[in-house]
């Protein structure tokens, strides 16, 4: 097929020798794109109109077995005109016939047909025929959405040193394994997984993909310690708040649920969600912000006289005189400075963004709905929070006031330019051996460069200090994702984080 304007072109000719009987098309399964189009363009040769063709494709259920009239192949015809189809007809195609219509092939070739003297009808919105084919690439779009948010895989270790394989069972809609398995490929390349499904079977053994028959449910495997990790996860990530089951159920739909760990979750989360949200609306009233009024003077004898002034000898000191600075506009909303955390000598420093709202009200980083994500992280690599020093790039909260809520603002690049002392005071104090980045103000006040995270995440860079910093995510980023990218990015975010726990580790003795 050629590609298309909008010029009308004359009517087909009738081929000679093209017959009026019926023809029967059987294709060689039901996703058999090339095939399609092989038999669109002999029987476009041999003007064989649409109404005259039977398709079939070799594994749909719905093929007219007994369907009579002449087999393809016929003898094309030199009469007629190449076909032309529009830029965007391809595409549709490859959608459409992946849908479980058995009408699909004969509405695309009936589209086909009608486009060689209507080219234009493509931007009717009424075409019955053109509606018909948007309908069913939009339905099969749908279920690959599903296939990619649903898809839940559970371990089998395989023992004898052997990576473990993973394998999930999915129901789709449509005939889109093929077509979804190299998103999976992409998203989980190095790990070894099946995917089961009634209609197709796709395996990834770490370079390539195959495709088998279908497959039983009871073929795969049940549900594993893994999975109750996801559980956790997401019970940590359901916010009471935002619950809105109709659009849940419009996302997730309970057809899926069958298949998903968490969907056990949904029903008890769900009774428990209206109390818990007007429990958390009770609270927020409950805790206007307020400033903690700045201490005039600074107590300790090595204290910096101002923040301008002699870095800070000591962390006491440096937490003192953080209170007071004013160097930019946001500490004079904020309710105080959030400094830093953690043993004076500790052997890694994650830096975050700036404190949020409930960071500004403690007075302490990360203890917020974020802070929970990282605390949660942190448990799964086996880290104590308590022996790394925490801190953020920025140091006051700065925020924009809707109603009641105080909602986070990234700090301007000056903003951040002008606390940079502060973190340096931190980094200068403390001596870690290694420090971790967490989102992009974080990489770019500690490399004084702007960095690409989402290229540079899990690798090290070197500071001009000789320090190496560890780029990863921020975890707000995950907090902010949609649910169905949120079980990948949990696990790609533990294992940039995990290369930092070597950094922990005690060193190595002579083994006495
Ligand atoms: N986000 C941050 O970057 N830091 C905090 O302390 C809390 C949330």
């Not at 949990?490 to 726990?501: F, I, P, S």
């Amino acid at each position: 097929m050629e590609p298309d304007d909008d010029a009308p072109h004359p009517p087909p000719r009738a081929a000679p020798g093209a017959g009026d009987g019926p023809r029967s098309v059987t294709l060689a399964s039901a996703i058999d794109l090339d095939g399609f189009r092989a038999a669109c363009r002999r029987l476009w040769a041999e003007q064989v109109e649409p109404g005259r063709v039977a398709w079939h494709a070799a594994d749909d259920a719905e093929g007219d077995l007994f369907e009579a009239g002449a087999a393809e192949p016929a003898t094309a015809s030199t009469e007629a005109p190449p076909v032309r189809a529009p830029a965007a007809f391809m595409p549709l195609c490859e959608s459409v016939i992946l849908h479980r219509d058995p009408g699909r092939f004969g509405l695309l070739y009936r589209l086909l047909w009608r486009l060689q003297t209507e080219p234009g009808l493509r931007h009717d919105a009424l075409d019955a025929d053109w509606v018909a084919a948007q309908l069913l690439a939009q339905a099969v779009h749908r279920d690959m959405h599903k296939m990619k948010a649903f898809v839940r895989f559970r371990t089998l270790e395989q023992g004898g040193g052997e990576e473990p394989l993973h394998v999930a069972w999915f129901e789709p809609e449509h005939h889109i394994v093929e077509a979804t398995a190299p998103f999976f490929s992409r998203r989980f390349t190095a790990m070894r997984w099946a995917i089961l499904t009634p209609e197709r079977s796709v395996r990834w053994d770490g370079e390539r993909l195959a495709f088998g028959p279908g497959a039983r449910r009871d073929q795969a495997p049940p549900a594993d310690a893994g999975e109750a990790l996801w559980l956790t996860y997401y019970r940590s990530i359901f916010n009471p708040a935002r619950l809105k089951l109709a659009m849940m159920q419009k996302e997730m739909p309970r057809k899926y649920w069958a298949n998903l760990p968490e969907a056990a979750l949904i029903d008890p989360l769900a009774a428990g969600a209206a109390e818990r949200s007007t429990a958390m609306v009770e609270r927020d009233a409950a805790e206007p912000a307020r400033r903690i009024p700045v201490r005039p003077q600074p107590t300790a004898p090595d204290h910096a006289p101002t923040p301008q002034g002699e870095a800070p000898r000591s962390l006491p000191a440096l937490r003192e005189a953080l209170e007071r600075c004013r160097e930019c506009p946001i500490g004079e909303h904020a309710t105080q400075a959030v400094p830093g955390e953690g043993p004076q000598h500790a052997k890694l420093m994650f830096v975050g963004e700036q404190p949020g709202d409930q960071e500004d009200l403690q007075g302490r980083p990360f203890v917020g709905p974020a802070g929970q994500l990282f605390a949660r992280a942190l448990a799964a690599l086996g880290i104590d929070r308590r022996d790394t020093y925490i801190s953020n790039a920025v140091k006051h909260f700065k925020f924009e006031l809707r109603g009641k809520r105080r909602i986070h603002k990234t700090p301007a690049q000056e903003e951040a330019a002008a606390c940079l002392h502060w973190l340096e005071s931190e980094i200068a104090l403390v001596d870690p051996g290694a420090l971790v980045a967490l989102g992009a103000t974080a990489a770019r006040q500690l490399m004084g460069t702007p960095i690409a995270v989402t290229r540079e995440r899990g690798r090290w860079l070197r500071r001009a200090d000789g320090r190496r910093v560890l780029i990863t995510l921020h975890p707000s980023a995950l907090l902010r994702m949609e649910p169905e990218h949120q079980e990948a990015a949990w696990a790609a975010w533990l294992a940039d984080l995990r290369q930092a726990t070597a950094t922990l580790a005690p060193p190595s003795g002579d083994g006495l």
